[in-house]
């Protein structure tokens, strides 16, 4: 089975700008999880989706959004972009999201100048 | 409040060393589960490990060993034997309402 894929891998982006990030989940999984790691703040939740319904959200403010189409893939959008903003973002998968078993992908490098 | 902490930011040992990474968790939840992930330099986040609040058996798997004790509310991870290929960031994770909360990661060096 393909694992999660996630593009792009890089991106390069200016303060205020908008940018879109795209996770495809392992075939068959439903629920999509999105994570930020910073080397500051360390890991940190954002949103989880299970068949097109956002489930849970974590605290962050609401420039961060996101969508899970019909075919699971999930797309997260951050807005009006800050310095701060500049993190790695980590997708992962699962089947039902209820054992917290996540497979992640590579992520996307977000570098904000 | 829901919380993990690994206490130890980073360990560095020689090559065939025994080291222990240490995972301490708060919950009020009765069903939670609790991970372990590892993060090499490339950045992946690697699965090693679920176990949920009812299954206190600790586990072997080759060289790595993990302990859950419930009355201490620790999630301790060994590697015995280290390799220099077990270099990377450790997380522990505890697994409720749908979403991971992570500790800050312990960072094993292991020296040849």
């Known amino acids: 089975k393909a694992g999660v894929t996630q593009t792009p891998r890089y991106l390069i982006k200016t303060r205020g700008q908008q940018v879109t990030l795209s996770c495809s989940p392992i075939s068959g999984h439903r629920s999509v999880s999105w994570y930020q790691q910073t080397p500051g703040q360390g890991l940190q939740f954002l949103f989880e989706y299970f068949s097109e319904t956002q489930r849970n959200k974590g605290n962050f403010p609401g420039r961060f959004s996101g969508r899970q189409f019909s075919n699971s893939r999930s797309e997260m959008n951050v807005s009006t972009l800050e310095l701060g903003d500049s993190a790695l973002y980590l997708c992962?998968?699962?089947?039902?999201?209820?054992?917290?078993?996540?497979?992640f992908g590579p992520g996307t490098r977000l570098t904000v100048t | 409040a829901q919380k993990v902490t690994q206490a130890q930011t980073e360990i560095s040992v020689v090559e065939k060393e025994d080291v222990t990474l240490d995972c301490v968790y708060e919950?009020?939840?009765?069903?939670?589960?609790l991970f372990w992930y590892k993060q090499p330099p490339s950045g992946e986040l690697v699965f090693l490990i679920r176990r949920n609040s009812f299954d206190e058996q600790n586990e072997i798997s080759g060289r790595y060993s993990w302990n859950f004790q419930k009355s201490t509310s620790s999630f301790n991870f060994t590697i015995t034997a280290s390799q220099v290929v077990d270099s990377a960031v450790y997380f522990c994770a505890l697994g409720s309402n749908y979403q991971l909360i992570w500790g800050a990661g312990t960072k094993l060096i292991i020296k040849p």
């Open positions: 992962a998968s699962s089947s039902s999201g209820r054992t917290y078993e996540q497979y």
């Open positions: 919950t009020r939840d009765t069903t939670y589960y």
